[in-house]
């Protein structure tokens, strides 16, 4: 899931951390976070932000918790490297912190998962882990993984009513990237409009196989 601009940007031209949505963006993000096992983070969003989202309304708590759930989904940070300072607030929030990259690390992490060499058996294993219900949190080179593989069911985008410019699109820079099939007006299936507040929209599409 993830906020974007009128022009599908996910951060303004010069780059860094990006505060796109409101209240009720935070709001489907937060039940977002109710439905997963897992979230998956980007080591460049990581960075930008030195943490993660939380679920933070009450009555979604509980829902997690009278579920026998833990509060919180585990943090999936995919990187090449792992050098993540352990003084970050990320290490400090009260969940599971998982990393997928090439070795396994000392600190700061509960679990190390190899990168392996491709979306389908990282997801095989993350299922093997309980990891049914999976959240792509950001950013936007691994959002375009995700959707060069075909590995993405489900499309959950709050417009702002901004432009931006720029290139940090969620999407593939190169047009050819992206396989054939995603194109086609059958591939997706609309699943919910919901205005927000702040002049916001949410859109959910479902993946048609």
């Known amino acids: 899931m993830l906020a974007v601009s009128l022009d599908g940007r996910l951060a303004p031209p010069q780059g860094g951390a990006a505060q796109l949505g409101g209240p009720g963006d935070r709001r489907v993000l937060e039940e977002a976070l109710v439905w997963a096992d897992a979230c998956l983070i980007g080591a460049g969003t990581l960075r930008a932000h030195r943490c993660t989202a939380l679920i933070r309304d009450q009555d979604l708590l509980e829902q997690r918790l009278s579920a026998g759930r833990p509060a919180q989904p585990a943090a999936v940070v995919v990187s090449r490297g792992h050098a993540f300072p ?3 607030r990320f290490f400090q929030q009260p969940l599971e912190r998982w990393l997928l990259a090439p070795s396994a690390v ?3 992490f509960d679990r190390w998962i190899p990168l392996g060499q491709s979306w389908d058996k990282r997801l095989l294993t993350l299922s093997s882990l309980g990891v049914q219900h999976l959240v792509l949190l950001g950013g936007s080179r691994l959002a375009a993984d995700l959707l060069q593989e075909d590995a993405v069911e489900e499309l959950q985008l709050t417009l702002v009513p901004s432009l931006l410019g720029g290139v940090h699109s969620w999407l593939p820079q190169d047009a050819h990237a992206l396989p054939g099939s995603l194109g086609s007006p059958r591939s997706w ?12 929209l949410l859109t ?3 993946r048609i196989r």
């Open 86 to 88: 352990i003084e970050w």
């Open 106 to 108: 000392e600190r700061g």
């Open 189 to 200: 299936r609309l699943d919910e409009v919901r205005p927000l507040p702040g002049d916001e």
């Open 204 to 206: 959910r599409y479902r």
